[in-house]
């Protein structure tokens, strides 16, 4: 599945570093697909991917695609942030419990109320992208 | 023989205040200086000597301290040989508490009689956004969490909007906590926050996280604390009233800021599992608390853990802050200093600030905040969006 791609000028705040693991999920993301890793073992999706399970410790993983949607479990609007989001403010941020049984965190870009439907959606900045929420209407 | 037991003897602690920075006649409050007057008089508040000391176990100072390594500095400072360890402790918003139990630790492993649980924080020279640069670090994944704009204390405001709309509270309800914490503050005379204050005072400020303003997040400042732990026996020679540590507990979840396992984010299992742990080793429940003390940076925290200790119903912590339960007075006082709101929040240092808060109650020094026949208190702290806590309960020996 893929997800909307929303051009984004300027650079990130603070770019996300990325290791030779995470790559695969970061170009994923480039191109609007999300994906994680699953234990071949146990069978449990991670996020953030993992080299190693979390729950049994399996070093034996595979990438799956996510289907990047899910509903917004809480969120807030953050007015006073940290220097380098200065420009950003105010923004909402939120937890998100994706239809795969994972619970991520990221910046939500409209009013979706609590227990809503969102969808995850690329923001590709010049130097890289991020991703963010946002509900998804009907 | 030796009774095995722990106890907290004497204690000093800094007003909480902004010191950090150039004064008018560009001097400034230096970290060891103050530190210094305050083991003196903790010492001096045990009825102990210099020569009774063989541990001290510091908080680690802000990076913002210039004096490194802050602990043997401080060994030389006060020319105090020691053959119980000499360190400085780090774990976050639990740091203090890592640091007081490390002291116990130490006299209960018999490396010493008598150790200093011990700390200064001196931050507020930085400013906010700036400091913010550092502490976003720890309280997310720099990776996953951190690139998006989280604050240390936008995942308790998002506490706060999952509780209002489970349990059909509001921002008011929450807000009860502050005007009560408030109360108490004005008869704490190291208190940073000491002004009397509203319901609509508390409504009327600008927002910070939403839906928590100003006044319902705590604001910065720096302190310092000093607590003298002592093998039990020790205690006893002395002839002065002291506290023992009656119950310890711990629990880390194994999540940082949230579970990626969705879970109820705001039953705070961490405080359950530490808390039933601290109470079972005290032979105690909830009901037979004088008083407790709780790490609660915001107004929802205290909420949320004074439900997950067993001290308030679940979905009544706020309105118990309200009806006057959570108050000096009433059926479980909590944060009798002020808590972080009204006392202060020197992050790490404050949990030193909540076991001297609970040492004044217990050896009947608090005055007008005094609790009537407090014998037994409870202190609660915690990590990240309490991933972990760690709880003690103290009680009076006269």
């Known amino acids: ?138 | 023989m030796t009774s095995n037991k722990v106890s907290i003897l004497g204690g000093a602690a800094l007003p909480v205040g902004k010191l950090q920075g150039l004064s008018d006649a560009g001097t400034q409050h230096l970290e060891h200086e103050v530190l210094a007057k305050l083991i003196v008089e903790a010492l001096a508040d045990a009825g102990l000597e210099k020569e009774d000391v063989g541990s001290m176990i510091l908080t680690l100072p802000r990076p913002y301290t210039q004096q490194k390594y802050f602990a043997t500095f401080m060994a030389n400072y006060m020319r105090l040989p020691c053959d119980g360890l000499v360190m400085e402790v780090m774990g976050n918003g639990m740091t203090p508490a890592l640091t007081f139990q490390t002291a116990v630790d130490q006299v209960r492993l018999g490396r010493t009689k008598v150790a200093l649980a011990l700390g200064i924080n001196f931050e507020t020279g930085t400013p906010a956004p700036e400091h913010m640069m550092s502490s976003m670090r720890a309280t997310g994944d720099v990776d996953f969490h951190v690139p998006f704009g989280f604050t240390p204390i936008s995942w308790y405001a998002m506490d706060a909007v999952r509780y209002i709309h489970e349990h059909n509270s509001s921002r008011e309800d929450l807000a009860m906590v502050a005007v009560k914490n408030r109360a108490h503050a004005m008869h704490n005379p190291i208190a940073q926050f000491r002004k009397p204050m509203t319901l609509d005072d508390v409504l009327a400020q600008r927002p910070i996280v939403e839906p928590l303003g100003l006044f319902e997040v705590p604001g910065r400042g720096d302190g310092a604390v000093c607590l003298v732990i002592a093998d039990e026996d020790v205690a006893k020679e002395t002839g002065k009233p002291y506290v023992n540590v009656r119950g310890e507990g711990f629990y880390h979840e194994g999540a940082h800021q949230i579970s990626e396992v969705p879970n109820d984010m705001i039953a705070f299992e961490a405080a359950q599992q530490a808390g039933a742990k601290a109470m079972a080793g005290a032979g105690i429940g909830p009901d037979d608390l004088d008083l407790a003390e709780v790490y609660a940076p915001c107004t929802i925290v205290e909420v949320l853990v004074a439900e997950a200790l067993g001290l308030c119903p679940v979905g009544q912590g706020a309105r118990q802050a309200a009806s006057g339960d959570t108050s000096i007075g009433g059926r479980i006082p909590i944060c009798t200093s002020g808590g972080l709101l009204s006392r202060g929040h020197p992050a790490y240092v404050t949990a030193l600030y909540s076991y001297f808060e609970v040492l004044e109650q217990l050896r009947g020094r608090g005055a007008e905040r005094q609790v009537t026949d407090a014998e037994l208190g409870l202190v609660c702290t915690e990590l990240g969006n309490y991933n972990a806590a760690m709880v003690h309960i103290l009680e009076a020996v006269a």
Do not use: N
Request: with cysteine.
């Open chain 1, 1 to 138: 599945m893929t997800q909307p791609i929303i051009t984004t000028e300027g650079k990130r705040a603070y770019p996300p570093r990325m290791s030779d693991f995470t790559k695969p999920f970061w170009d994923g993301v480039a191109t609007g697909s999300f994906r994680t890793t699953r234990c071949d073992a146990c069978q449990r999706p991670s996020f953030p991917p993992k080299p190693i399970c979390p729950h049994c410790w399996s070093d034996q993983v595979t990438w799956i695609d996510l289907s990047g949607r899910g509903r917004l479990y809480s969120a807030t609007v953050v007015h006073a942030g940290p220097a380098v989001f200065a420009q950003d403010l105010p923004y909402r941020v939120g937890i998100v419990d994706l239809d795969e049984g994972l619970r991520i965190a990221t910046r939500v870009l409209d009013e979706t109320r609590f227990d809503q439907a969102v969808e995850l959606v690329v923001l590709a900045y010049d130097d890289g992208p991020l991703y963010a929420a946002r509900g998804i209407s009907g």
